[in-house]
């Protein structure tokens, strides 16, 4: 399977952004599906989690009531809404894919798939 993530850009604080994620290959309705972010200088940081029929979510506690995600299996393709968005978002954000298996996928060695990255920058 292989990722490619898209969306990115440049927003105000305050506003919205909303990121795909396009699979590839076969597979992708048998995984699920998990976005996360990096900013310089810090761990790869965990955003959320959706589950391979899209019925379980996850998010973390920073991005919970912003953030939500999404996917249609039909079109191999997971969303990331981001609204009220803060400078503190800006990083660079992945997209990756875990075994179906997995319980509550928060870790980055949970996930066997990556995609590339897309840059989110939020100015103040």
């Given at each position: 399977v292989q990722l490619q993530a898209s969306g990115g850009g440049l927003v105000q604080a305050g506003g919205s952004l909303r990121?795909?994620?396009t699979a590839s290959g076969r597979g992708f309705s048998l995984l699920g599906m998990g976005w996360f972010r990096q900013a310089p200088g810090k761990e790869r940081e965990f955003?959320?989690?959706i589950s391979l029929d899209g019925g379980?979510?996850?998010y973390s506690?920073?991005?919970k009531g912003r953030f939500t995600i999404s996917r249609d299996n039909a079109k191999n393709t997971v969303i990331l809404q981001m609204?009220?968005?803060r400078p503190e978002d800006t990083a660079v954000y992945y997209c990756a894919a875990a075994p179906s298996w997995r319980i509550r996928p928060r870790e980055t060695y949970d996930y066997e798939y990556w995609g590339q990255g897309t840059q989110v920058t939020v100015s103040s």
């Open positions: 990121l795909s994620c955003l959320g989690y379980s979510t996850d506690d920073s991005v609204n009220s968005l």
